[in-house]
């Protein structure tokens, strides 16, 4: 099945600077990544995904880079702000059998002041 | 639109008891709803698929005869903890995708918090 690997587990930036986490899929077969952002107690909330045909998706501040040869893809932040403060999950979609999202290990994003 | 709402919010239970969590799509129909759990900082873990109007698949490792799921309709879903123990004690969140959609569409509830002394 799927395997999602997520870097790093912990992040500290400043306000202002750029923030980037990583994610590597095992499953070729794969064609969408999604992007979670998840505050304490809170339920995840989709900022951004990015499907296997397209390499760069751009939503404002928030960015998703896809390589398929590398089976690896990214979510970029530019101009972070403290509400960025989170964790970040990153997901790909296991095709084979019932589909289902398999989630990264997660991101905890501080944005200091 | 799109609201998937979750009940309770949090309970407290006593080691042994069983505990029922609802999972409602609001304002759309969903033939399958997904139970995650999320330890503490941990990433969210797939328990099981639940489809309405038949068994839940259940992931590797996930007790079925522990975690009762029923999908007895369109907009509910339910998960029953049963004799609960302190490892027990997680976040359970579901999410559900309205009909016609795939995986891809997915809509979280609030989630439970289950505390089991």
């Known amino acids: 099945g799927e395997n999602v690997e997520q870097h790093p587990s912990t992040l500290s930036v400043q306000e202002g600077d750029s923030a980037v986490i990583k994610c590597t899929y095992s499953?070729?077969?794969?064609?969408?990544f999604p992007w979670y952002k998840q505050e304490l107690g809170k339920r995840p909330q989709l900022i951004i995904d990015i499907r296997s045909n397209v390499g760069e998706k751009k939503d404002q501040r928030i960015a998703v880079t896809l390589n398929k040869t590398a089976k690896h893809f990214s979510l970029h932040i530019t101009e972070t702000q403290p509400e960025d403060s989170a964790v970040y999950f990153c997901?790909?979609?296991?095709?084979?059998?019932?589909?289902?999202?398999?989630f990264g290990q997660g991101t905890r994003l501080t944005i200091n002041p | 639109g799109a609201v998937v709402s979750q009940h309770p919010s949090r309970v407290i239970c006593k080691s042994g008891t069983s505990v029922k969590i609802e999972c409602r799509s609001l304002d759309f129909q969903a033939t399958t709803m997904f139970w995650y759990r999320q330890f503490p900082k941990k990433s969210l873990m797939l328990m099981a698929t639940s489809n309405e109007g038949s068994k839940a698949t259940y992931e590797q490792g996930v007790e079925k005869d522990k975690f009762l799921i029923n999908h007895a309709s369109l907009t509910l879903s339910t998960l029953t903890v049963t004799s609960a123990h302190p490892e027990d004690s997680s976040f359970y969140i579901c999410?559900?995708?309205?009909?016609?959609?795939?995986?891809?569409?997915?809509?979280f509830g609030p989630g439970t918090r289950l505390l089991v002394l």
């Open positions: 499953d070729s077969a794969s064609n969408y």
């Open positions: 997901a790909a979609v296991e095709i084979q059998g019932a589909q289902k999202l398999v």
């Open positions: 999410s559900a995708g309205p009909l016609g959609t795939s995986v891809e569409t997915q809509y």
